[in-house]
């Protein structure tokens, strides 16, 4: 799988947009990037994948830039709840989906 | 919640001894899979199910590790002599067919003395 870097830590005031980057320069085609978050003592959770078109849910958005090189997860209205480390995941091919997790961004949202 | 459940959530065990841990992923998740996680990092892929058959294990899965799930629906993990840099959360989590969307447990701590 496609290695991923991602900055160590990131602020967001309460009720403003959290825009987390990624960069996966080595992703390959068949390869979708996938986003989760670690609540703190609590097991990951899925937030969004894609693979190439941009994807929104009831919890993020999700931005791939054209050469797929690099996506930035957007939370639109950032809550204290949200305050976790966001992973950035490339996954796919013939990896049986196991998941391969880097260090994360730790978000931290402020009042 | 996800409805995957794991127990027991913290075991406490000395070195040297054996420990089973259990996962239950609802009855959908036909994909199952162990993870490790220490203090500071990101979880760690340990080993893989496709119902019952394991298809796929990490180097990280040492000779005291084995895992199992013999009817494709709950999965126990077993480390055998313990060691101190076993201490870990150990993650569950399960998958259906529909792309790669896990659906983690809450994790037991294991805390070897």
């Known amino acids: 799988d496609a290695k991923t870097t991602q900055p160590p830590s990131m602020d967001c005031a309460e009720g403003r947009a959290a825009n987390l980057p990624c960069n996966h320069s080595?992703?390959?085609?068949?390869?979708?990037v996938y986003w989760y978050r670690q609540i703190h003592s609590q097991g990951p959770q899925y937030i969004i994948h894609g693979l190439k078109n941009n994807e929104t849910n009831e919890m993020a958005s999700l931005i791939i830039t054209e050469d797929r090189k690099s996506s930035t997860l957007i939370l639109p209205h950032a809550t204290l709840r949200d305050t976790a480390v966001y992973y950035c995941i490339v996954s796919g091919g013939t990896s049986y989906g196991k998941l391969t997790f880097g260090q994360g961004t730790i978000l931290t949202v402020h009042p | 919640d996800t409805g995957v459940s794991q127990d027991p959530r913290h075991k406490i065990t000395k070195r040297g001894q054996n420990v089973t841990f259990r996962c239950d992923p609802i009855s959908e998740h036909n994909r199952l899979y162990w993870y490790r996680q220490t203090l500071g990092q990101g979880p760690e892929f340990l080993t893989y199910f496709q119902n019952e058959a394991q298809l796929e294990k990490s180097r990280l899965l040492s000779d005291r590790f084995s895992a199992e799930r013999p009817k494709g629906s709950f999965s126990t993990l077993e480390i055998q002599r313990t060691e101190q840099g076993d201490s870990a959360m150990y993650l569950c989590a399960g998958g259906g067919q529909k792309n790669n969307e896990q659906f983690f447990g809450p994790g037991t701590r294991l805390t070897v003395l």
């Open positions: 080595t992703i390959s085609g068949n390869e979708y």
